[in-house]
């Protein structure tokens, strides 16, 4: 075998009384997909880092014979200015001492077309969907011609339509040389496009593949030291109607809810499947009364508000998991205690008078932490710290221990492993037994159709279909995602 482009030896890395990676060794060789896969907190987007330069670890070397590019898990891309801006950010084409624009925009866009990505280079970035935004984290990083790219997480906020042509861009670059290394949870991704594969456990290499020769059971044993457990049973359902959804127009400017009409009942969980950017946020922005809206939105009989009022949707009980856990859930440099009070803060148990209730606060952490194996199982332990999956169970915990009466879970196992992924599952099926009416938002299939009593289908902006837990069909709500019949 050749000599590797990117060599790691005897990585250890430690933060504080965490040893994040353990006498790790890895190699990568020009024209390979690597793919690097373990539970939640296993070490692999420190690994990733210390790869790229970005941490510098404790012991052992790094050896790089080509540059190193990195998009990272949660993308570092500035907001407010737009996407040519992001992508040539230091290194903008010059007309003496002043940025030629025109030769940015068609640098840009002629990249994105070669690899066909597709993304408008004036777009502001904060106002492009999650998955537009890592197709811009990609392209920053491509346009710097990586003969080392590494990719943590890259495919987490994709649409299943998307995922297809991502691999196409990263096969073409191994196949034109570059060496890949891909951070994932998914499995099946990496049995379709990997070369090899390495597990990570606990800070340590666990175990080493070739991909055509192993499975997706036999990864997932490795990364959880044993059989995944199964899925919660699922209790019959109940007849009462808990949300009704009549007309329901909201959002503007791209990806507008248009129409929507429909009920969850409770102790039922209705799976909303849908291209990304066809009315998903918006809907989930109204129930969370984050928007305004057009129309009419009940629960249990009762009107709710159309103003936008966040504390009073809290107080009717429900509560949401939002797609992007980072900047809309969870305030990163709080604790993990104090994260789990948000939302609960203002109410019995957790408040008592003007002040919050210590011992209550304690409880209510130490049962997210417990129900949803949180690691580390620090309440005083700061969320920025932590690993994406755990922050992750966090967010979800915290809004299903809340017991809420509707619960809008979008994207609820973005980015974590198949383990907690699982659990977190069993406890949205949980949820559903006890009565909590579940709007699960979700571009995974398998998900939707793996916890959904009924699928509802989107497109431009309305429901398009529907399909009891009985009759559904890949191939047809497929066809209705693209905009078929």
Known sequence: MSEPVLALRGIRKRFGAVLAVDGVDLELYAGEIHALVGENGAGKSTLAAIAFGAVVPDEGTVEAKAVVGLVHQHFQLVDRLNVWENVLLGREPRNGWRIDRNAARERVRALATEHGLDVDPDAIVENLPIGVQQRVELLRELERSPGVLLLDEPTAALAPTEIASFFRTVTALAKAGAAVLIVTHKLQEVIDYSTRVTVMRTGRVVARYDTNSTSTDEIARAMVGGELPPLAERAALMPASRLTVRNLAAGSGGGELLDGTFEVRAGEIVG??????????????????????????ELDGVTLASAVTPAARLAAGVRVIPQDRRNEALVLGWSIAENVALGRHQTAPLRRGLVLDDKAEAVATQEVIERFDVRPPDPRALVDALSGGNQQKIVVGRALCAHPKLLVAYQPTR????????????????????????????????EIFALADRVLVMCGGRFVGSFDRANVDRGRVGALMAGGH
């Open 272 to 297: 909303v499947a849908g291209v990304e950017g066809n009315g998903q946020s918006a809907l989930a922005d109204a129930l969370a009364g984050v928007i305004a809206y057009i129309g009419t939105i």
């Open 415 to 446: 980015g974590i492993d198949v383990g907690a992924a699982t659990l977190v599952q069993s406890r949205l099926i949980e949820a559903r037994n006890a009565g909590v009416a579940v709007l699960l938002i979700s571009f995974e299939l398998d």
